[in-house]
């Protein structure tokens, strides 16, 4: 069996930028990963986002996503969180 890893980016909006106080991260996961597994590894990382984690939807190269959807090296996530305005 093959141990091999993908690279991704994370871009970060919202609640979950202010959490990182960054843009994106650059992180890497075993092959087969879905986005709702990147997901626990950032509440896991920031608890305080927990709160977030049944309004967030996902997006994968520029197209909304499931939780379930595996992801590639190379690709590009997004975690949107519901943004209020008035």
Same mark, same amino acid.
């Given at each position: 069996?093959?141990?091999?890893?993908?690279?991704?980016?994370?871009?970060?909006?919202?609640?979950?930028?202010?959490?990182?106080?960054?843009?994106?991260?650059? &992180?890497? +996961?075993?092959?087969?990963? =879905?986005?709702?597994?990147?997901? *626990?590894? !950032?509440?896991?990382?920031? $608890?305080?986002?927990?709160?977030?984690?049944?309004?967030?939807?996902?997006?994968?190269? &520029?197209? +909304?996503?499931?939780?379930? =959807?595996?992801?590639?090296?190379? *690709?590009? !996530?997004?975690?949107?969180? $519901?943004?209020?305005?008035?």
């Amino acid at each position: 069996m093959s141990d091999s890893s993908i690279s991704i980016t994370i871009k970060l909006f919202a609640a979950y930028q202010e959490a990182y106080n960054l843009p994106e991260l650059k &992180l890497d +996961f075993p092959s087969s990963t =879905t986005v709702g597994q990147v997901l *626990d590894y !950032i509440l896991i990382e920031k $608890p305080e986002l927990e709160k977030w984690r049944d309004v967030t939807r996902f997006g994968v190269n &520029l197209e +909304f996503a499931e939780a379930n =959807t595996i992801i590639n090296n190379g *690709d590009e !996530i997004v975690f949107i969180p $519901p943004v209020s305005g008035g």
